[in-house]
């Protein structure tokens, strides 16, 4: 009976963890106004989710035995992502093109690559979480993107990352022959020799 | 202990049968199989650490570093095997060879408990150590490894079982461990479809339209699918019902089949519509495994519990 015991506790330990991280993801989307939530909810959300946000153990020190447990944990059982895909709304499609500036002057383009389908899907997933938002991890994962691009041409001098969003038409429109359009989001400039990046906004 | 605790308890351990686990056990090994066979042609290159300074599993393992040191990554099997002196290909290749064997031990049902236990952590090192490029079916595969490798192994179909005649001993555990899955998938779905029903665009079918018009999802032609638009709201609101609706409607007898099924097509239908073959398929493994093998509405049978 006590086995059993502890095993209802450490389910109910597990479940509260996966309540958590889908909680607050829930509360995060609505506090940033991206769902239908009036906004006294959307206000209300905000302020949950600052005290969500402090009981975290992220919030406690990264040696701290607590946080490197609990967050051990919920990678080790795959429970760390929330479950919201494709919502509240789908995000826009970003496209990533890298403008190569070769030794011998002339340009060329690439887009990053993908070997197999699996590989696409992971791509695009890494483009849509990492790429939309200005930030460090952007120009991270913007500057991993172009190494790989950089190695399958060593003759370049300069390589230009740029970052558009797709839009497409809606069915109606489409269906009148409107076409997609690409509206231009970030640049950025770098060369890896000295691992310089200059970076340009609209 | 208390009417509530023992209606508690009577619901986490039912007697069940290892029909279940047999399927969880044979649907993850073709899994894992696929997984291995979908990264063998880029294997070195993803998980090298002679390639760019900047190379995802670098990137990814930095990141993991911040968050735990206790998150199992590649390094950590890579590094012990270096002092014998082999090279890191020969050691990534070792690694993926060990990886296809466990999906294959456990498809076939031979040393299942090992099998399990070593499909887990290789899968999630693997994964964790690219974790910039994770993506939904990585989750929902290390959530299944996770319940099967903690779950009574081996069950009574396993080769192994049959070889050995091992007997299938604690049904209640096997039941726990069926709760467990089954609750987690509601809390899934629940969350799935409230963020779905939170958003303008599911109820007027446009984030359907979004979603299988937008690259790399684009696997019809855009024309087909614009000719009947008129369908899409209808599509948009019947994924919202059907996720929001699982935690209650999965549950009933009478309710459960329709719902199994639906959220069956669903995910078929988001494989081939959206080329996402592997994440429809470990998502009807997980919902065959949790409700389409056994009875598991006893608890709310008639209100009452039924004994």
Redesign the interface.
């Known amino acids: 009976m006590r086995s059993?015991q502890l095993?209802?506790a450490a389910?109910a330990m597990?479940?509260l963890l996966?309540?958590a991280v889908?909680?607050w993801?829930?509360v995060d989307?609505?506090a940033r106004g991206?769902?239908?939530?009036p906004a006294p909810i959307a206000s209300g959300a905000r302020d949950f989710a600052h005290i969500m946000e402090s009981m975290s153990p992220r919030q406690l020190h990264?040696s701290n035995l607590v946080?490197?447990?609990v967050?051990?944990?919920v990678?080790?059982?795959?429970?760390?992502?929330?479950?919201?895909?494709?919502?509240?709304?789908?995000p826009p499609?970003l496209q990533v093109v890298f403008e190569i500036q070769h030794r011998d002057h002339h340009v060329s383009h690439k887009v990053p690559s993908a070997?197999?389908?699996?590989?696409?899907?992971?791509?695009?997933?890494?483009i849509d979480r990492?790429v939309g938002e200005q930030g460090l991890w952007r120009e991270?994962?913007l500057?991993?993107l172009g190494?790989?691009i950089?190695?399958d041409n060593p003759d370049a001098v300069e390589i230009r990352a740029i970052v558009a969003s797709?839009t497409?038409p809606?069915?109606?429109e489409?269906?009148q022959g409107a076409q997609e359009s690409y509206d231009f989001v970030c640049s950025y400039n770098f060369k890896f020799d000295t691992a310089q990046f200059e970076n340009g906004h609209p | 202990m208390t009417t509530c605790g023992k209606r508690?308890?009577f619901f986490?351990?039912p007697k069940k049968s290892d029909g279940w686990l047999a399927l969880l056990r044979v649907g993850l090994g073709v899994e894992v199989v696929l997984y291995c066979l979908?990264?063998r042609?880029?294997w070195i290159d993803t998980f090298s650490s002679n390639?760019?300074?900047?190379?995802?599993r670098r990137?990814s393992e930095a990141l993991?570093s911040?968050?735990?040191?206790?998150?199992?990554r590649v390094c950590w099997l890579l590094k012990p095997a270096a002092h014998l002196g082999l090279r890191e290909s020969t050691l990534l290749w070792m690694l993926w060879s060990v990886l296809l064997l466990s999906g294959l031990l456990l498809t076939l049902g031979l040393f299942c408990r090992p099998a399990a236990v070593t499909a887990w952590l290789l899968h999630?090192a693997c994964v964790?150590s690219?974790d910039?490029?994770?993506?939904?079916m990585?989750?929902?595969?290390?959530?299944g490894?996770?319940y099967l490798m903690l779950s009574p192994l081996p069950d009574s179909y396993s080769v192994e079982s049959r070889i050995w005649k091992i007997r299938f001993r604690d049904v209640r555990?096997v039941g726990?461990f069926q709760?467990?899955l089954q609750?987690?998938l509601c809390?899934?779905?629940f969350?799935?479809g409230?963020?779905?029903c939170?958003?303008?665009?599911?109820w007027n079918g446009?984030?359907i339209?979004?979603?299988v018009?937008?690259?790399?999802f684009n696997v019809f032609d855009?024309?087909l699918?614009?000719?009947w638009?008129f369908l899409?709201p209808a599509v948009g609101i019947t994924i919202c019902l059907i996720e929001i609706g699982y935690p209650i409607f999965i549950w009933p007898r009478r309710t459960r089949s329709i719902w199994l099924t639906s959220v069956l097509a669903m995910h078929s239908a988001i494989g081939i519509a959206m080329?996402?073959y592997?994440f429809g398929l470990i998502m009807i493994i997980l919902n065959l495994a949790a409700f389409g093998s056994t009875n598991p509405s006893v608890f709310y049978q008639n209100g009452h519990v039924k004994r």
């Open positions: 059993r095993w209802i389910l597990h479940l996966v309540l889908s909680c993801d829930i989307l609505a991206r769902t239908l939530v990264r946080r490197q447990t967050i051990g944990y990678h080790a059982a795959g429970i760390e992502s929330p479950y919201s895909y494709f919502a509240p709304n789908v499609t070997r197999s389908a699996t590989d696409q899907l992971r791509l695009s997933a890494l990492s991270v994962v500057q991993m190494s790989s950089w190695e797709r497409f809606g069915p109606s489409f269906l | 508690a308890a986490l351990f979908s990264e042609s880029g390639s760019s300074a900047l190379s995802a990137v993991l911040l968050e735990s040191a206790l998150i199992p999630l964790k690219t910039v490029f994770a993506y939904g990585d989750n929902f595969v290390s959530i490894l996770f555990m726990f709760r467990a609750l987690h809390i899934i779905y969350f799935s409230l963020a779905k939170l958003g303008t665009d599911w446009l984030n339209w979004a979603a018009t937008r690259p790399p855009p024309m699918i614009a000719k638009r899409l080329g996402m592997l």
